[in-house]
C-alpha cells in the first residue's frame, strides 16, 4: 500500500507529539522527521497532519485540564502553535528539509474559491519538495467552522490533494473488534473496507482527554479518503520504526481499502467541505428518484424542512427513517421551502410570486451518500 504510494497524507495525534500532553516530545518529533526523511529519500511527497497546539499552549500555561471555554482554547493554541511549529522546522532542518506551516478552517474549504486556492498552496509546496504540516487554526475557528478534529482534517487534505494513501498514527494498535481498553476479547482487524457501516458501530467514541478523535472519527476518516480512491492505514505511533516499516509494506495495524465509487472533485467538495446548514425530509417517491433514477429533487417530494438555510447553501436529504442520502446545494431558502414543499413546480411561482429553478436541488448540485 504505502511501498507503490507516491503521495502520503501523514496525521499524528496529540497523544504522540506531546507525551500524554506533558509538553511537546521533541524527540518523538526527531523520531517522525528522521522516518519521513527516509520516505522523502525513496521520492515521496509528504503532507504531515499534526495536532499538539492546544496541548502544548496548556503546557506552557501551566494548565493541567482541557480549558471548555472557547477564548482559552484559542489562547492556548495561539501560545502552542508557536512551539509546535519552530520544533518542527528545527527536526527537519536535521535533514535538510524545510516545512511550511498551513493553518485551516472549515470555512477555507467550503467557499468554493479559497478550497482551489488551498489545493494550489498545497500542490506548489510539494513541487518545492517542501513539506506542508497541517493544523486546524484554533485561534480563530468557532464551532460554525471546525472540522471537530484533525481525523476529519487529514481526510479532506488527502481529498483536496489526492493523496493515494492516509496514514492515521495513534496510541491504539489498530481498528478492533470492540475497545481493547474495556475487552480483553478485542481483536486487531488486518484489512477491512472503508465506509462498511459496521465499522463505525465497533469504533465506539471519543480518545483521550488530550485529544479529540477517538476511533470512531478515524473510520469516518477513511470513508472521506476512500471517496477520491485514497486507501488508509491505522496504525500505533508506538511502533518502532513505523513509518518506514509500513513504506515496506509490514503488516502493522488496520488497513482500509477504498472500494466505495470515486467521486469527481466537485462532487467530494458538495459532499464533504460543505457544512450542513438544514435538512430536508423527502417521502419514497423522492428518495427514489434521487437515489434510483439520478434525478433532482423537486419540491413536491419534500415532506419537511429544519434549520434555518439561505439560497445556495448545503442542506442534507433525509428519508422517513431519517437516514442521510444525499446533500446538496439548495435553490431556495427555508422560509421558501417550507411555502412550496408538496407542490408541484409550476405553482411555485403562483406561492411565491417568483421562479427561481423549477428544481429544489438540481442533480449537478447533488451528491448522493
Partial sequence: MLKQARRIVIKVGSSLVTNQGKGLDHSALACWAAQIAILKQMGKE??????????????????????????????AAAVGQMGLAQAYASSFSEYGLQTAQVLLTHEDLSN?????????????????????????????????????????????????????????????????????????????????????????????????????????????AAKRAAR?????????GHEDNVLVRLSQDEAIGTRLLARIPVLAARKQWLADYLQVRGYVTLDKGAVKALAADGKSLLPIGVISVDGEFERGEAVSCLDEEGREIARGLINYSAVETQKILRQASSEIETILGYVDEPELIHRNNLVLL
Fill in 46 to 75: 509528504i503532507i504531515l497532519v499534526s495536532s499538539g497546539a492546544i496541548a502544548e499552549g496548556m503546557q506552557r500555561l501551566n494548565w493541567e485540564n482541557r480549558p471548555t471555554a472557547l477564548y482559552e482554547l484559542q489562547a
Fill in 112 to 220: 468554493r474559491k479559497r478550497y482551489l486556492n488551498a489545493r494550489s498552496t498545497l500542490t506548489t509546496l510539494l513541487k518545492l519538495n517542501i513539506i506542508p504540516i497541517i493544523n486546524e487554526n484554533d485561534t480563530v475557528a468557532i464551532d460554525e467552522i471546525r472540522f471537530g478534529d484533525n481525523d476529519t482534517l487529514a481526510a479532506l487534505v488527502t481529498n483536496l490533494t489526492e493523496a493515494d494513501v492516509l496514514v492515521i498514527l495513534t496510541d491504539q494498535a489498530g481498528l478492533f473488534t470492540s475497545d481493547p481498553r474495556k475487552h480483553q476479547d478485542a481483536k486487531l482487524l488486518s484489512e477491512v473496507n472503508a465506509g462498511d457501516p459496521a465499522l463505525e458501530k465497533m469504533a465506539g467514541g471519543a480518545g483521550s482527554g488530550i485529544s479529540r478523535g477517538g476511533m470512531q472519527s478515524k473510520v469516518i
Fill in 228 to 236: 477520491s480512491g485514497a486507501d488508509t492505514l491505522i496504525a500505533s
